[in-house]
């Protein structure tokens, strides 16, 4: 079973910093590349951050410089820590892991999200 749980989003003023934590089962977590995705009202899903079991990291050019992703290895955890924070960073933030089917190619499994507000 896929469990994908996240937290530590809120409300931060524009400057601000939070950090995301996503709890993955434990085969989950050290048998797959894990990754943020946000989605802001109106506008499509986008990948904010990815890393692999081995540690390497893509960012989206947009967090680049201004957000870090990390995996935990004793907590199992995928974590996401986002400094300089800007209003236009406000969205849903999702947990996402992606599973190799034979029948259906890769499949997108997501955690509930949890909501960033950055206020300006």
């Known amino acids: 079973q896929v469990q994908l749980v996240e937290s530590g989003g809120g409300l931060v003023q524009a400057g601000g910093s939070l950090r995301l934590s996503c709890a993955a089962s434990t085969s989950i977590y050290s048998t797959n590349d894990l990754g943020w995705y946000r989605q802001a009202p109106g506008k499509q899903r986008e990948l904010v951050a990815w890393i692999t079991r081995s540690g390497r990291t893509n960012y989206g050019d947009y967090v680049k410089g201004r957000f870090t992703i990390s995996r935990d290895n004793a907590k199992n955890t995928v974590d996401l820590q986002m400094n300089s924070l800007k209003p236009e960073d406000t969205a849903v933030y999702y947990c996402?892991?992606?599973?190799?089917?034979?029948?259906?190619?890769?499949?997108?499994?997501w955690g509930q999200g949890t909501q960033v507000t950055v206020s300006s």
């Open positions: 996402n892991t992606k599973i190799w089917s034979s029948t259906l190619g890769y499949v997108d499994y």
